[in-house]
Nanobody
Framework: VQLQASGGGLAQAGGSLRVSCAAS???????????MGWFRQAPGKEREFVAA????????YYADSVKGRFTISRDSAKNTVYLQMNNLKPEDTAVYYC??????????????????WGQGTLVTVSS
């Protein structure tokens, strides 16, 4: 499995950005239990969970800090997962990583649970 994140950039506070994660190596519609997650890491901070979705769409989770502002979705035909980020805040500034968990358990919010990682895309929010 290979993951390619893209779509980061610069936005003003209150603005929007969408980041994408193109996955390859599987026909993910046949792997509905796989969970795709977005994490982020700001300078000097640990990597933190942002959102996750199963390819079946039956499981969707958000960190409290982004709930109501960010929306995770997937397009099985394109093998792509999206993170739509609205009402951005300066504290959302970070490198955003997508990841895939091929055997998700109850806990899917910690990085160690994930098996595959993309290279990250930088999101910068100015005040």
């Amino acid at each position: 499995v290979q993951l390619q994140a893209s779509g980061g950039g610069l936005a003003q506070a209150g603005g929007s950005l969408r980041v994408s994660c193109a996955a390859s190596g599987r026909t993910f519609s046949n792997y509905g239990w796989y969970v795709m997650g977005w994490f982020r890491q700001a300078p000097g901070k640990e990597r933190e969970f942002v959102a996750a979705i199963s390819w079946s769409g039956s499981r969707i989770y958000y960190a409290d800090s982004v709930k109501g502002r960010f929306t995770i979705s997937r397009d099985s035909a394109k093998n792509t997962v999206y993170l739509q980020m609205n009402n951005l805040k300066p504290e959302d500034t970070a490198v955003y990583y997508c990841a895939a968990d091929r055997n998700p358990g109850v806990v899917i919010t910690t990085p160690i649970e994930y098996d595959y990682w993309g290279q990250g895309t930088l999101v910068t929010v100015s005040s």
